[in-house]
C-alpha cells in the first residue's frame, strides 16, 4: 500500500521491479491522482491506503482505503479493485458488509482459513470483524487478560497499590448539615506509574464503616465524589 501516491504497488522478489496494480497515476510522483472509485488498473481510485491483507482461499488482496473510509478487494492478476464495504461515513456502524461503516481503517489481518478479516478502525478506537461467510461486520470484544481473572463483582477501575498498603485514615470531622465540606487529597504514584497529561485520569472516594455522619446524626455511605487529579 503507497499511502503517498493512493495506490498499491508491487515489487518482484526476483529483479526488485516495482509496478503499479490499481490506483495512482502513470507518473507515480504525482501525489494527486486520488479518488474513491472501483475499476481497473489506473482506473481505480483510492485515497491514501494504510494497509492490505491477502487472502490465500481466494486468491484476492484485501487493502484499507483510509481516507474513504472503506475495505476494498484487489484481484491481483486481473488489477479489479472492488469495494466491499463501507459506505463512505466516519462513523462507527455494524451490520451487513453494504450498511457497516468505518473511520480510517488502518489495519488488517486475514484469519487462516479466509473467513474473517480483522480491521483496526483507528478513529473509532475499535477492532472491527468482516465474516467472508455471514456477510457482515461487528466489533470485536478486546479483553486484556484472562476473563477468568476478572470476578463478577470487581470494579473497572484497577488498582495500582498492593492490597497489604494501609488505608489513610483521618480523623473525625463534625460538618453542619448543608454546609461545605472540601477536602484535598496529594495522590503519590508507585514508582513508573503516572497520570497521562491531557487524558481524563479519574478518581474515586469511597468512605468505609460508619461512612460520613452529619451534625444531625444522619450517615452515608459509599462514593463520595469523583474528580480529576490537579
Known sequence: ??????????????????????????????????????GKGLSAKLQHPLAVAWNAKKGVLYVADS?????????????VCTTISGTGKAVLEHGSLAEASFSEPGGLCMSADGQLLLIADTNNHAVRALDMTAGTVSQLPVIIGSPSDKKA??????????????????????????????????VELPPAC????????????????????????AASKGPLDEGKPE
Open 153 to 186: 463483582d470487581e470494579p473497572a477501575t484497577k488498582r495500582i497499590t498492593p492490597k497489604s498498603t494501609k488505608p489513610t485514615e483521618m480523623a473525625a470531622i463534625t460538618a453542619a448539615p448543608s454546609s461545605k465540606l472540601e477536602v484535598l487529597v496529594a
Open 67 to 79: 481516507y474513504n473510509h472503506k475495505i476494498k478487494e484487489i484481484n491481483p492478476s486481473s488489477r
Open 1 to 38: 500500500a503507497d499511502s503517498e501516491s493512493s495506490s498499491v504497488r508491487s515489487v518482484s522478489l526476483d529483479n526488485g521491479a516495482v509496478k503499479n496494480v490499481v490506483g495512482a497515476a502513470p507518473d507515480p510522483t504525482d501525489l494527486f491522482a486520488f479518488g474513491d472509485e472501483d
Open 194 to 217: 503516572h497520570f497521562t497529561e491531557g487524558a481524563n485520569s479519574r478518581w474515586q472516594a469511597t468512605v468505609n464503616g460508619s461512612g460520613v455522619r452529619l451534625a444531625d446524626g
